[in-house]
């Protein structure tokens, strides 16, 4: 069943079934936006920064990390959803976790209410860099508090912050932090770009 092109909002419920049916998917001012599935080269990527970022939130129960998951936006907290995304990975802090699982009591069956507070998109081959930059766009916009583009290609990590035009760029043996959207969290660029079954 398609979305109507003129739907700018509908039930949550209505969204989980669609989802089921039609996904993934990201709603963007009422159009249906295909998502696309990774090639090897950025599933790889974004599995192991994933998992980087996941070992470091979990050891300090300090939120949730989800890899393409959609997340929701809604009106006032309703159950009425204005639009959704896809990030490629993105953490919530544990009290504003906490707190939507408070709201949404069947919250295992939903995606995820609210805009995180960090995003990390994997820049693909096939993803056009216009693309990339109005998806960081709309994640600020949306009130996510950090974005960082993966560039596998440049071996790059780029970070964006709503309150700054400025871009802080990270590459070869850098470190990046992530502080103090994701409390302590900070990566050295050559843990994360390796080839898959790399050893030193």
Same mark, same amino acid.
């Given at each position: 069943?398609? @979305?109507?092109a003129?739907?700018?909002?509908m039930?949550? #419920? ?6 089921g ?10 159009e249906? @936006? ?13 599995g ?9 939130? #979990? ?7 989800? @890899? ?5 936006? *809604?009106? $006032? ?39 995180? $507070?960090?995003?990390?998109? @994997?820049?693909?081959? *096939? #993803?056009r ?11 600020l ?27 802080? *760029? ?28 790399? *050893?030193?």
């Open positions: 069943m398609a @979305i109507p003129q739907t700018r909002t039930a949550l #419920d209505e969204f989980v079934e669609r989802y049916e039609q996904g993934p998917f990201e709603w963007i001012d009422g249906v @936006i295909p998502v696309a599935p990774q090639v090897l080269g950025s599933g790889f990527l974004g192991l920064f994933y998992r980087l970022l996941a070992a470091h939130v #979990d050891q300090r129960q300090s939120g949730v990390v989800l @890899i393409e998951t959609p997340f929701v936006l *809604t009106l $006032d907290k309703s159950r009425w959803v204005t639009g959704s995304r896809v990030p490629d990975v993105m953490y919530y802090r544990a009290e504003r976790f906490r707190q939507f699982q408070a709201d949404y009591p069947d919250w295992e069956s939903l995606p995820v209410v609210g805009a995180p $507070d960090f995003v990390a998109e @994997i820049v693909s081959p *096939t #993803d860099y216009s693309d990339v930059h109005a998806k960081v766009r709309r994640y916009a949306d009130g996510v508090r950090l974005v960082w583009v993966i560039d596998q290609a440049e071996k790059t990590i780029r970070a964006h912050h709503p309150d700054s035009d400025q871009i802080a *760029t990270a590459r070869g043996n850098s470190r990046i932090s992530a502080d103090p959207v994701i409390p302590n969290f900070e990566l050295q660029l050559t843990q994360l770009f390796v080839p898959p079954l790399h *050893t030193s």
